[in-house]
């Protein structure tokens, strides 16, 4: 099922694709940036609440930076300089913050009309065929997005990517998350469980990864015991004063390759637990701390830390950061990863 949300500032048609399952839950996405447009699930009393922030046009998507919902490729967050080398030879993508790349540039994969390959009532493909240095990035590289709502209430992301050239990709999905319903104001309430130990700190001003795997012990970072987000957000605290609040890079504590549980997020005033899964090494934990007075629907304007974000990633800049495990993409080998958020009432 689909239908027209509007046009783009190119007159470009961009369309609302609506799946839903037998339990309740409705997610609706766009062919820009194969964003995930809206996430309803049912809370306690069997209503559905929106989990997710949303703009009510496709221009707010493309304008605000905010990335809501959005797929970001070829690589999720920091490239420092904008500049990395492959086999000798360096390439240079758009710096588009404070001199650093972020999201891949201005115009990077989310601000992309997508193609839709198949769409069922509970499965929807979106594909996207990127041209050899395209952003700066080699290869000609064909993506696709599968996303699927099963019967458990469960949002599957499976990501793939296959280029003819020796590439970088380092795929993920940019939701803000809001248990208690998008429009009911900052998360600081929620209840979080990440299982990290291990973090990646920042520099102070440009949120770059300083190359440190630091220990989560003692600091803001360590959700292994369940917190609410906002206890430590405040905190007398370099790392969370630099980023004013939750942006870093976690560190998954992984048993296996496979797709394992990372995160547990649980909203009282709904009863709405979330449950994350991959296969991805990092997580970036964002409390929202840059949104606030962008317009959402009905004249609702978001607030700071507004909604969560857990963006299973390749850790920051680790293309150029020799500690950290290099996203690297051979030509004519997939890129294949996965990310499942699974609701429930409690
Ligand atoms: C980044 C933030 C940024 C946000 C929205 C996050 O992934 O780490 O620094 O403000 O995306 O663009």
Redesign the pocket.
């Known amino acids: 099922m689909y239908q027209l949300f509007g046009k783009d500032s190119k007159k470009q048609e961009i369309y609302i694709y609506t799946l839903t399952n037998k339990s309740g839950m409705t997610v609706r996405f766009l062919n820009l940036g194969a964003t995930i447009h809206e996430i309803w699930v049912p809370n306690k009393e069997g209503q559905p609440v929106l989990v997710s922030t949303t703009y009510d046009n496709p221009r707010s998507y493309e304008r605000e ?3 809501f919902g959005a797929v970001v490729a070829p690589y ?2 920091r490239i420092a300089k904008g500049i990395f080398e492959i086999d000798g030879q360096v390439y240079k993508t758009d710096a588009n913050m404070q001199g650093h790349s ?2 891949s540039g201005r115009n990077g994969l989310s601000k992309k009309v997508w193609d839709v390959k198949e769409q069922t009532n509970q499965k929807i493909v979106f594909t996207y065929d990127a041209k050899d240095l395209e952003q700066g990035f080699p290869g000609n590289i064909h993506y696709e997005v599968t996303y699927e709502v099963t019967d458990e209430n469960e949002l599957s992301i499976s990501y793939y990517a296959l280029s003819d050239k020796k590439t970088t990709i380092n795929m993920t999905n ?1 939701t803000y998350f809001n248990l208690a319903g998008a429009f009911s104001g900052s998360v600081e309430g929620h209840e979080l469980w990440i299982k990290a130990s291990h973090y990646t700190p920042v520099n102070p001003a440009k ?1 770059l990864p300083t190359g440190e795997i630091a220990p989560v012990d003692g600091t803001p970072f360590d959700f292994r015991v369940t917190k609410t987000i906002g206890r430590d957000i405040r905190a007398d605290f370099d790392q969370v004063r630099y980023a004013q609040g939750y ?1 870093h890079n976690l560190v998954i504590d992984k048993e296996t390759e496979g797709v394992e549980k990372f995160a547990t997020a649980y909203a009282k005033e709904t009863g709405i637990q979330m449950d994350a899964w991959t296969d991805c090494l990092g997580v ?1 934990f ?1 409390a929202g ?2 949104i606030g007075g962008q317009k959402g629907p009905n004249g609702y304007r978001y607030v700071k830390h507004n909604g969560f ?1 857990l ?1 299973t990633q390749y850790f920051p800049n680790a293309i150029n950061e020799a500690n950290f495990v290099r996203p690297i993409t051979e030509a004519g080998i997939p890129y294949e990863s996965k990310t499942v958020y699974g609701f429930s009432c409690k």
């Open positions: 930076y905010t990335y999720a967050n972020l999201h940019h949120g942006d970036q964002y701390n840059f974000c963006e």
